[in-house]
C-alpha cells in the first residue's frame, strides 16, 4: 500500500454498486481520534473492524514512548505498515527507520547485518561495514521476523537491547547506540521456547508490548473496504475506470479464508483489475485443486481446515460443553488437558470469547475424524455424541487432525499443496508440532520422500 499522511482507521459504509470515487478519497483521509501525528508520510491503514481499531488504540498508546514492541501475526496482515506508523508517531520520527528481515539473510551473515564488521573479519570482508544498529542510532530498527534469528545470535542481541552496546564483527572497540528496537513474527515464541527453539530471556525482553494483529479472515467489513481501495489504487494506475464493484464478485471475497491475508487480497484485486473490460470489477477466486492418497480430488471449498480453525472449533466444542466454565475440574481447561491460564491465552490469540460460545446450539467437530474421543474408545463407549460429557484432549484433536492432513497430502509436507500450506504454518512449525506430538511420518507414511523430511 502507498503512503499517505493520514491513516484510514475510520470510514463510511460503501455503496459498491454506484461509483466510489469520492468514497475512497475520503476513506483515506480520516486521522485517529484526538491525536496529533508528526511528520509526514504515514502508512495507509484501512478499515473499521473492532478487532483493527484495538490494535490502533495500542499504537497510540506505545508510539511516543521507547518501549520494546512484539507484533505477532500471520503473514500479509501488514505487521510492517503498524512498526512503521509506531515509528512516525514517535518522538524518533525524523530518524532512521531501518528494517531487517531475519529469514531472509542466510545466517552467517546476519551477524554481520546487525552489527557490521571489522575488515579482515573473514573472508571477503575488504573493508569495514556499517551494521543496521549503527545505521539506526536514534531511530528505530524493525527486526521482522525476529523468530527465525538463530540461537547463537540471541544472546548478542539481548546484550545490546540491555546494555546498548555491542562490538563490530573481529573488532574490540565498543559502540554504544540509542536505537528503539520493534520485532514482528508469524511464529509462536512461547511454544519455540519450549522447543528450545528460541530464548526465554530474550522473548521476556521483546514482550514489553505485545500487539497481536488479526487475521483478515476474521474482518468481514476490512475486506470489503480493502477491495475498494485495492481497486481504486490498480485502476488509477493502470489508467481503468473502475466505478463499482460487483456484489457476487464482493459475496465470494467475504467468504473466503483468505490464508494470504491482505497481500493475497490485494494480489487478487490486481489481477482483476488487468482482467477487467468493464466499469464494473468481477471476478473469480482460484480454485486450487489437489488429488488425496485414493485419487479423488478435493477443491479448497472441500479442503480440510487449517490447524488454527480446527484448535478453535475444539476449543469451542469443550466451552460450549461445560456451558462457558474455564477452570475447576469440570471445566474446559481439565478436559482439553491444558493449565488454565494457557487456555485463556490460546482463547485470546484465537479470538474466542465467553460470548461467542453457543450454549445452546452444537458446534461440528472436526477433529479426530473417527468421531469418538480416546478417552471414550478407552472405556468401550462408542457414542459419537459422547455420552459421558468429555472432548479429547486438545493435543489429541491436533495429532488426529495433522496425521489425516498429511495423509491427504499424501505425506508431502512442503511446497505448493502441502500439509503444512494446507494447515496454515510454516514446514519447520509443523515438523517441530509433529516430532512435539510423537507423529512419525517416516514410519506412518511411507509415500513421503527423504527431500520432504529434512
Sequence with gaps: MVAQTSWASEASTVNHRASFETEDTMSAKVALDNYVFRGSGLPTIIGTSAALRSVL???????????????????????????????????????????????????????????????????????????????????????????????????????????????????????????????????????????????????????????????????????????????????????????????????????????????????????????????VLSGSLPELTRTTRDGSQWSETSMPVTLEKAERSHILQALQQTEGVIGGRHGAAARLGLPRTTLIHKMKRLGITLASVPISESIPRIPPPGGISHEAASLGNADTHFAVGRVCTLAEAESEHISEVVETTNGLIDGQGGAAEVLGMPPSTLRSRMKKLGLKTQNKYKTISTESTR
Design 57 to 279: 488504540d495500542m499504537v497510540r498508546v506505545v508510539a511516543p514512548t521507547d518501549a520494546t514492541v512484539l507484533i505477532n501475526g500471520e503473514t500479509g496482515t501488514g505487521k510492517e505498515l503498524i512498526a512503521e506508523a509506531i515509528h512516525k508517531c514517535s518522538r524518533r520520527w525524523n530518524r532512521p527507520f531501518v528494517k531487517v528481515n531475519c529469514a531472509a539473510i542466510p545466517a552467517g551473515l546476519l551477524e554481520s547485518e546487525l552489527f557490521g564488521h571489522e575488515r579482515g573479519a573473514y573472508t571477503g570482508a575488504v573493508a569495514r561495514s556499517i551494521g543496521r544498529f549503527e545505521r539506526a542510532d536514534g531511530g528505530t530498527l524493525f527486526l521482522d521476523e525476529v523468530g527465525d534469528l538463530p540461537l547463537e545470535l540471541q544472546p548478542k542481541l539481548l546484550r545490546v537491547m540491555q546494555e546498548r552496546e555491542f562490538e563490530r564483527l573481529g573488532g574490540a572497540a565498543t559502540i554504544h547506540t540509542d536505537v528503539r528496537v520493534i520485532c514482528a513474527t508469524h511464529h509462536n515464541l512461547v511454544e519455540m521456547i519450549n522447543e528450545r527453539q528460541f530464548r526465554a530471556d530474550l522473548f521476556y525482553r521483546l514482550g514489553v508490548f505485545p500487539i497481536e494483529l488479526p487475521p483478515l479472515r476474521g474482518r468481514p467489513e476490512d475486506i470489503r473496504l480493502l477491495a475498494h481501495h485495492f481497486a481504486m489504487a490498480y485502476g488509477a494506475r493502470m489508467r481503468k475506470r473502475i466505478t463499482a464493484i460487483a456484489e457476487e464478485f464482493m459475496a465470494l471475497l467475504a467468504r473466503h479464508s483468505w490464508p494470504g491475508n491482505v497481500r493475497e487480497l490485494q494480489n487478487l484485486i490486481e489481477r482483476s483489475v488487468i482482467l477487467s473490460t468493464g466499469a
